[in-house]
């Protein structure tokens, strides 16, 4: 599975060393935020890496929500659990939750249709900056502080027509975010296509911390550096 060296489990717990979590958002993710770095002063996991966990684990339901409630550690020793009221949560071994998953519909566990979701999925998801987020802080004037960029994953959702033999792609519909105060939500809306026929809808919400004002020379010094960090790891690869 193409998950299994992204993620270490011991019996029911699931844990994700920060080399296993920079190694995806890199190579299956294409994000290069430095906060996925190993050696990060304020390390947290993907939240794409939990979502891909989740599909790989309980299947790929044709509507789905995920909250994410708080960022994961390095090596912070998960359990994957569906409860009572439905819900999937990601929790550690003291009850916090990271991760809260609604779904309906019907499901499959089909892995290559799981997996070709899921891949698709995370190369969308992972273009947040500079592709979808530098337009949007631009327009508003805004962006967040170069010194300490903080972008945090809040929420997502989709809805599928079909799941069957499903072989899809992802495009962004629309995007905006709303400023408020330093606090600034973005939500990115995206289609879902299979041989070209739409087959659903989705959206992101991401929620930019510490904004200041637009400095276009700051912005394009941290462009810079994202693809200089792209280079720097596909040569290495």
Not at 205 to 221: E, I, N, Q, R, T
């Amino acid at each position: 599975m193409f998950l299994d060296e992204f993620h270490t489990l011991t019996g029911e717990q699931v844990r994700i060393s920060a080399e296993q979590a920079s190694r995806f958002a890199k190579r299956i993710a294409g994000d290069y935020n430095p906060i996925h770095n190993p050696d990060a002063r304020r390390f947290c996991v993907p939240g794409d890496l939990l979502f891909a966990l989740v599909l790989a684990r309980f299947g790929l339901s044709q509507h789905m929500s995920f909250r994410f409630l708080n960022m994961v550690g390095e090596g912070t020793p998960l359990r994957f659990q569906e409860h009572e009221d439905g819900r999937i949560r990601i929790c550690d071994e003291a009850g916090k939750s990271y991760l809260e998953v609604e779904r309906s519909g019907e499901t499959t566990r089909d892995e290559a249709v799981v997996e070709a979701f899921t891949r698709c999925y995370v190369a969308f998801s992972g273009k947040n900056f500079p592709h979808y987020l530098k337009p949007l802080m631009e327009e508003q004037g805004v962006m967040f502080n170069p010194r300490r960029p903080l972008v945090i994953y809040d929420s997502m959702g989709f809805s599928l027509e079909r799941l069957d033999g499903l072989s899809p792609a992802l495009e962004l519909a629309s995007s905006s975010l709303e400023v408020t105060g330093k606090r600034g939500d973005a939500l990115l809306e995206f289609r879902i296509t299979a041989d070209g026929e739409p087959v659903g809808t989705g959206s992101k919400k991401l929620v930019v911390s510490g904004l200041c004002d637009y400095d276009p020379d700051a912005m394009d010094d941290i462009v810079a550096e994202f693809y200089r960090l792209k280079a720097a790891y596909e040569n290495s690869a």
